[in-house]
């Protein structure tokens, strides 16, 4: 059953204030209306460019979600069974699949959910092409060019484990490989593009006359304010131009859900060491916002400005400044600091802007910390509680 709340409506576990949310458990609320932008936005960049631009669910994955998607793609891109299967089952299309290696066990589901299967290495196509019968079989390719500044997130980095460079390949591909894959960004622009397509080209346009597609891989995010969409458009229609016969595929991630959502957390206690003020909240860094360490990067904190240092002791400000820390017993749990316009209270709230790309599927229940809820506010202004979780769903991660 669906649990629906206005904005104004009054319960023991939830209140809305003006447009503001008050809760006192945490939550990632994504926003339809937010959503639907972006998905026009790319749709239109799709009709204009005649490209498929289809959704990569390792970046997003909320399945109850997808009817509204439906609306604007057809396709999906998956990176495991699990995410083929969600395509197939709740999507309702099979997936564009590509994994780093594919078991012997799991393979033959895999194709039975995929329209698309990418193989790493010519190793894995040579033992497993002639059971993928019926699908479009592709090979990543790897251009050796990427300008991914962070090392844990470049695809093209010296040792990568990622595709097939083209020395490797042979001068007549096997009959049944009908396209490439490359994947070279993360969150880049239309301008990073332009200069990959140099070097794609020069690599591997010699085996476009074999091929029937070329997917460019994710990372293109069209939907950051200043993106330059007239430059991505122009860019694909000269692949269009260049290459007539080739099908073109495009499958962001963060591009469908930038900007869509925050995750609300709240103030749990504030702890003081050395001159060091610690607003401890009831998420966790570790646990719910995992790319803020890896990456690592300071999210928008919503009525904060991020600050390099703390301010010195004799400074008036420095009543106003706290470092964020998670509720785990990673003693590295934390991020700082943080200046605010008043002193933080025990019970309000704390609101992360943009997490729902990538942060809700890479979210863990590491020490058991209670996990966010996730709700959709509608374009009417009513809140939907799509999941909330259980000391059941803890359990269960041990079954």
């Not at 194709?111 to 079989?137: E, K, M």
Request: glycine fraction near 6%; charged fraction near 20%; proline fraction near 5%.
């Amino acid at each position: 059953m669906r649990k629906f709340l206005s904005l104004h409506q009054k319960t023991s576990h939830i209140t809305y204030r003006s447009a503001l949310i008050i809760m006192p458990a945490p939550v990632y609320i994504i926003e339809e209306e937010k959503l639907r932008r972006n998905l026009q936005l790319i749709a239109d960049v799709a009709r204009r460019a005649d490209v498929e631009i289809i959704l990569a669910f390792k970046a997003f994955a909320l399945w109850k979600t997808f009817p509204i998607f439906r609306e604007y793609i057809s396709s999906t891109t998956a990176s495991s069974l699990s995410e083929a299967r969600m395509a197939f089952e709740r999507f309702g299309a099979p997936a564009h699949t590509y994994s780093p290696a594919y078991t012997d066990e799991e393979f033959p589901e895999i194709v039975r959910c995929s329209s698309h299967l990418t193989f790493n290495s010519l190793s894995q196509y040579h033992r497993l092409h002639t059971q993928a019968a019926g699908v479009s079989i592709g090979l990543r390719v790897n251009p050796e060019y990427s300008e991914v500044g962070t090392l844990l997130y470049n695809p093209c980095a010296s040792g990568t484990r990622f595709g097939v460079t083209a020395d490797k390949l042979p001068l007549q591909l096997p009959s049944d490989i009908e396209g490439f894959h490359c994947h070279c960004h993360c969150e880049s622009g239309a301008d990073v593009l332009q200069r990959t397509l140099v070097h794609i080209e020069e690599k591997f346009a010699k085996w476009f006359p074999q091929l029937k597609w070329l997917n460019l891989g994710g990372g293109h995010l069209m939907t950051r304010s200043g993106y330059d969409i007239e430059l991505l458009v122009e860019l694909l229609q000269g692949l269009h131009q260049r290459y007539p016969w080739l099908r073109i595929i495009l499958e962001p991630g963060s591009a469908f859900a930038w900007q869509t959502g925050p995750l609300v957390s709240h103030v749990v206690d504030v702890v003081e060491d050395r001159g060091i003020r610690t607003a401890i909240l009831d998420v966790s860094f570790t646990c719910h916002m995992p790319d803020c360490l890896e990456m690592p990067y300071y999210p928008d904190v919503r009525g904060a400005i991020h600050v390099d240092n703390p301010p010195s002791s004799d400074s008036a400000s420095q009543a106003l400044s706290y470092r964020l820390g998670g509720n785990s017993c990673l003693s590295g749990d934390f991020m700082g600091y943080w200046l605010f316009d008043h002193e933080l209270r025990v019970g309000e709230e704390v609101i992360f802007e943009d997490m729902i790309h990538y942060t809700t599927v890479k979210t863990c229940m590491f020490n058991g910390v209670t996990h966010p809820s996730i709700a959709m506010r509608h374009t009417d202004g009513s809140l939907e509680m799509l999941r909330t979780f259980t000391y059941e769903d803890y359990l269960n991660r041990m079954d």
